[in-house]
């Protein structure tokens, strides 16, 4: 146990005793089929059906608990966040009866804009990042006497997200491996203090996004990677350009290792968790899914691994798209063009065939008389579901073996 750490393990445990009546000591699932595809055995942490949708909860209610107690909430507290944060701080404001404001990027899913005043705070939608949105926050705290919620930045913040480690440890005494999603790096921090101040052995890695990484080099070299101002990804929980600064002392010392992932794979990973929990994990809530399910962190057959799937807040016009997306990627849902002579019986000839492979058409759409479509002839797309990549292999070589003309539409590489 480290003697220098920035929280003590006994405060750490304080705190998660004090958040009792406020969040759930949520449920951890060891999933066999998926412990089995990955060679290890796998549990999962479904803050995603915590209070009010994430982790965040945890931090934001301890904040404000320690708020009152020294009298320094002011006329309320404010947050800016691009969802899940700032659910969480209007939640534990309202049970506490205090006004909160947010801000949120003009691109938060609408959602979670509409989860936070459904909880009685007050919302402002400002700039496009969570940068801008902080400074605006921070403008309105000083104007209005407000007390300001950083969203991982804050050694208050970090204590309470701890109290998810705790429990993971609890429910898994025999647990090697921690898998966290990694933003700001709060939730990271806590994890990792509560996992190594009781077992330095335990390895703790970090998930990031490929196009959103500051922290993606920060284990190697110290460096903190800048980010694109348009850089994209369909983990909005996660889309933070900066790397805090408490954060960073923790991470150095306490995480193992930091990986990143696509979002091809975080969309396959959506779609994975649902069908083997039954359970909506948000972009961000499913990188270290993705991250094992593409071998980016190493596991062998005697480690107990436990992922957090830290946030459900999905915006629900990104769960088809993500859903579709991950089924092309993983090989079960295909998009052909077929050219075929415009000929009574040909179509039926071609579904025909599809049939007796024992594929599911979703889409059919039929097209002659466009300028790539040679005269006589006409072509047909076909959207259609398969059993994965050698069921769609079959299909294309049995086409081509009758001398039809079959380009592939879905790609791999297209974001949803």
Known sequence: MHDDAPLSLRYLQATRAS?????????QWRNDPLSTDLGTSLAFKLENLQRAGSFKIRGATHKIARLIATDAQGNGVIAASAGNHAQGVARAADLSGLRAVVVMPTNAPLTKIEACRKMGAEVHLHGTNLE?????ALEIAQRDNLAFLSPY???DVIAGQASCGLEMLEDAPDMTLAVVPLGGGGLLSGVALALKLQNPAIR???VQTDTVAPWRRFLVDGSIEEVAPDAHTIADGIKVKRAGKLT???????VDDIVTVSDNAI????????????????GAGVTGLAALMRGKIRVSDQDRVVCVISGGNVDMSLVGRSI??????SGRLISLSV???DTPGNLAHLLDTVARLGMNIRHVEHRRGELHVPIGTTQVILEMETRGPEHQKQLIALLEEERLQVDILTSKHDTP
């Open 19 to 27: 958040l009792q009546d406020a969040v759930i000591h949520t449920a």
């Open 132 to 136: 801008q949105s902080t400074e605006l």
């Open 153 to 155: 930045d804050d050694w």
């Open 204 to 206: 703790v890695v970090g």
């Open 248 to 254: 960073r002392q923790v991470i150095a010392r306490y």
């Open 267 to 282: 969309a396959e990973a959506i779609v994975t968790l649902l069908e083997h929990t039954h359970t909506i994990g948000e």
């Open 324 to 329: 579709d997306y991950g089924l092309a990627s």
């Open 339 to 341: 050219i075929i002579q």
